[in-house]
Every structure is written in structure tokens, then in C-alpha cells.
């Protein structure tokens, strides 16, 4: 297994993505890279490090390029565009956030292609062999709570999707960079020395955003594991830790609402998000302190 940081320099790396392109695998997808931006290339190149190297020979889940956008916007505010398979799905971001473009539309291409799995909204991270799903909604804490998981130890699936296959009672990693959001920037920095962190890029569609590299164990270890604990968490700042028991009825309308394809899916969603919650016990957590977050999920996961 050859990584990204082995094959070759920074310099070389930046010079194969601008010209036929750099390929790299994230759990089952394999990347097809092109990019022309040397900011671009150069933090896939830091923060994807310990990633393995692509087979150029294979076929790839996912070709991509992020290129300048024509004409006058070249030069007066420059802008980045985003392209999978040599179209552009959505609109242009400005120059000097196309490295979180290229994130976001990664994130597209698994949320509206990989439909052969059950996609969750939510972060998936595991511990002795035990996966424990964070399903909730966006401003609810999970990506930072999951970041400082992955700090104290446990393997990194996902911030973002929760991919399982149906019939098997299976979550598959798939671990990129987790995009933490304005204050949690800062409470992960001093959550965590080894918090390998980007640049900030503000004034994003989402704030100021900075991207957090996936620990080495999580880069490189792909094997699945089933589900042991379903929690669906909530930040409330200086609130008291709250940790309460949820019925499985009400869990499976919850799971299934936080699904993007459970409807596509047709009976083998049903079966799917029924599977996780019967293999899983299942907890509302309110919490303000990380610390004390990770300390419930971690009493749950012997």
C-alpha cells in the first residue's frame, strides 16, 4: 500500500494534478484529481498525506477538477469552479475558497451517486469494532464532537455521511477531511495538540471554515463495522449533560427522517435504518463540554 505522502514531493504532486491528474482513495471511492490551482493541490497533498495512492489503471468512483473560471473572472474577483465528469453542477465559488469547493462538491458526488448504500446525515465513528452513529442536524455539534472522538482515539467513518449497506447491518468508512465551523475552529485547536488543521477560509457560504485532516488510522483502515450505539446529540452551550434512553419506534422515525435516500431505497431502506436501530441502543445527548460527551459515548462502548 503505497500513500500519497510517499510517492512523491509536494512539487511533483502539484505538477501531476495540474497536468493528467493525482488519484487517491477515501474508504470505497477512488478520486480522479485534476487541478491547475496550486493551493488546491497542495493541501489534498497535506491533509490527504496519509491517504493511499489510486491506481490510474482502474476505474475511478469520481472524476473531478477544480479549474479558474474563463473569461473575466480570471482576473477581476476570481473565481474556482467545480466539474465531475466535465460538468459544472453548481455555481462558481470565489478563487480563494476552492479548496473548500472541492470538498462540498466531493460531498455531492457521494450524496447524490453512491446510492447503492443507505446515506445518513451523520458522523459515524468506532471503537473496538463497535460503530456508533451521530445522526442529527446541521448546527447540532456533531462534526465537532466526532472531530474530538477521532482526536481521543477512536477511527474516523464520517462527519458527514453515514454509508451502509443494505442487508449486511455494515457502516463503510469513508474518512475525509472534517469541516469544522466559526467557534468549533478554535474549541478544536485547544481541544487537541494534534490537531492537524488548514488554513481558515472566511466568508464562506457557512462561515469561516477550516478543515481538519482524518488521523493516519483512519486514512488507511477500511474494514466496516456494524452499529452498537445510536446517538442523537444536540450542543447547547453551558447547558448541564443530559443523556436519555430513546424507544425504538421513535428512533427509527428519526433515523429514517436524517436518511437522503431512504425513500429511494424503497423496502431495503426500511430494512436498513430498522437493522441499525435494532442492533443499536439509542441516547439523546445534551452536552456543552466535549469532555463530558465522550465520556457517555465511551461508558457505551466497552
Known amino acids: 500500500m503505497e500513500l500519497i505522502s ?8 502539484v505538477i501531476a494534478a495540474g497536468g493528467p491528474g493525482v488519484f487517491y482513495r477515501v474508504g470505497p471511492f477512488q478520486i480522479h484529481l485534476t487541478t491547475p490551482i496550486h493551493d488546491v493541490a497542495s493541501l489534498v497533498y497535506r491533509l490527504y498525506g496519509s491517504y493511499e495512492l489510486g491506481d490510474p489503471g482502474s476505474v475511478s468512483d469520481f472524476h473531478v477538477s477544480i479549474l479558474p473560471a474563463r473569461g473575466i473572472r480570471r482576473y477581476v474577483r476570481p473565481q474556482a469552479q467545480f466539474f465531475i465528469d466535465g460538468t459544472c453542477p453548481f455555481d462558481p465559488f470565489p478563487r480563494d ?3 473548500p469547493l472541492l470538498e462540498w462538491g466531493i460531498n455531492w458526488c457521494i450524496g447524490s451517486r453512491a446510492q447503492q448504500y443507505l446515506i445518513l446525515h451523520s458522523a459515524v465513528i468506532e471503537k473496538n469494532g463497535k460503530a456508533v452513529v451521530l445522526a442529527a442536524e446541521p448546527g447540532s455539534g456533531k462534526s465537532t464532537l466526532a472531530a474530538a472522538l ?16 443494505p442487508g ?13 465551523k466559526n467557534e468549533s475552529i478554535e474549541v478544536i485547536r485547544r481541544f487537541s495538540d494534534h490537531a492537524e488543521l488548514g488554513p481558515k477560509f472566511p466568508k464562506t457560504r457557512k462561515g469561516t471554515v477550516a478543515h481538519l ?22 450542543f447547547e452551550a453551558g447547558a448541564q ?16 427522517n436524517n436518511a437522503f435516500n431512504y425513500a429511494a431505497q424503497g423496502e431495503a431502506g426500511f430494512s436498513a435504518v430498522r437493522d ?7 441516547l439523546l445527548l445534551r452536552f456543552s463540554r466535549l469532555e463530558d460527551a465522550i465520556g457517555i459515548i465511551s461508558d457505551y462502548v466497552q
Open 276 to 282: 441499525i436501530v435494532d442492533a443499536s441502543e439509542v
Open 241 to 256: 449533560l443530559r443523556a436519555k434512553p430513546l424507544a425504538k419506534a421513535p428512533a427509527f422515525m428519526k433515523l429514517a
Open 213 to 234: 485532516a482524518a488521523s493516519a488510522a483512519s486514512a488507511v483502515d477500511i474494514a466496516p463495522a456494524r452499529p452498537a450505539l445510536l446517538v442523537f446529540p444536540k
Open 97 to 99: 475558497t476552492a479548496f
Open 6 to 13: 510517499d510517492s512523491s514531493n509536494l512539487d511533483d504532486f
Open 168 to 180: 449486511t447491518c455494515e457502516f463503510v468508512p469513508v474518512p475525509r477531511t472534517i469541516a469544522l
Open 150 to 165: 477521532m482526536l481521543s482515539g477512536w477511527r474516523l467513518f464520517s462527519d458527514e455521511f453515514g454509508l451502509m449497506r
